[in-house]
């Protein structure tokens, strides 16, 4: 180590012996030596060490060096104590279910894309599942379908409805649009879906249950895990291939933010 610490600067030994090669230090070094293994300690670079070391080194710039590691060390807590929280989750599920489910929820962000939508109050599932068909069927043949990236819905309701459903439906497009098309009886406009800090989202592959059963799954993973909802809900269909054997894989998507810092949260011991 001590010959490690010399390679690098950082204490050179009082003395060596031209015969045997053996380094010889000082009593009058230990305090040096104690200042590096400290310094050490907390995590910093033996060159930001060394240039602690600096006798012309001023208090601002020792400050700012121990405020960056600082800074580095909190943000690696933040992901470790986020990791403990996938495995109690995890743990739980074990608990509940006897297994774990065919589903994994993740956190990603989302950026902002231009889309085709209407957005209405339906009155009922049946008139909103009759316009996302005129939007599938219709607009492919009023765009090119180069453009058309996913079908989506934008859930405004704050709970799973078939009455008076408060959302947006259309497409996710590859550029933004210039003017608005007409799908059966409503007017899809150009808009642009704004950006995502952090989603909860999860992947359904031809999903049988009905959308709020999402709602349960993804809400508990969210109070899991000291988030909250913070937005509309959305659902992005990855595939879709309508037939006598469809094929859906549906990205769920909910923007949330955190409700506490890890710092704040009770925590088990």
């Known amino acids: 180590m001590l010959y490690y610490y010399e390679e690098e600067g950082l204490l050179a030994p009082a003395f060596i012996d031209e015969l045997t090669g053996y380094r010889y230090y000082s009593a009058s070094q230990i305090p040096r030596l104690n200042r590096i293994l400290a310094l050490k300690k907390l995590g910093l670079t033996l060159k930001q060490i060394q240039r602690l070391l600096d006798k012309n080194i001023s208090a601002d710039e020792i400050r700012g060096m121990l405020e960056m590691k600082k800074a580095q060390l909190e943000q690696r807590v933040e992901e470790e104590l986020a990791q403990i929280d996938e495995i109690e989750a995890h743990l739980q599920q074990i608990d509940v279910d006897g297994l774990l489910e065919d589903y994994d929820i993740i956190l990603k962000p989302i950026p902002e894309q231009p889309a085709l939508m209407v957005q209405d109050v339906f009155p009922d599932i049946s008139d909103f599942r009759k316009s996302i068909m005129d939007v599938i069927e219709i607009l492919p043949r009023k765009v090119d379908q180069n453009k058309l990236k996913h079908l989506a819905i934008i859930w405004h309701s704050e709970s799973y409805e078939e009455e008076n459903i408060d959302a947006q439906v259309g497409y996710i497009l590859n550029s933004p649009a210039t003017k608005p098309v007409q799908c059966g009886s409503r007017i899809l406009e150009p808009i642009t879906i704004p950006a995502v800090e952090h989603a909860a989202t999860t992947t359904r592959v031809n999903p ?19 988030y909250k909802i913070d937005g509309a809900y959305r659902e992005v269909f990855l595939e879709l291939k309508l037939g006598a054997t469809p094929e859906v894989v549906i990205d769920v998507q909910f923007p949330v933010k955190k409700a506490l810092s890890s710092g704040d949260k009770p925590r088990l011991h």
């Open 208 to 226: 049988q249950s009905a959308p709020g059963i999402y709602f349960q799954q993804l809400g508990s993973w969210i109070e899991t895990h000291n």
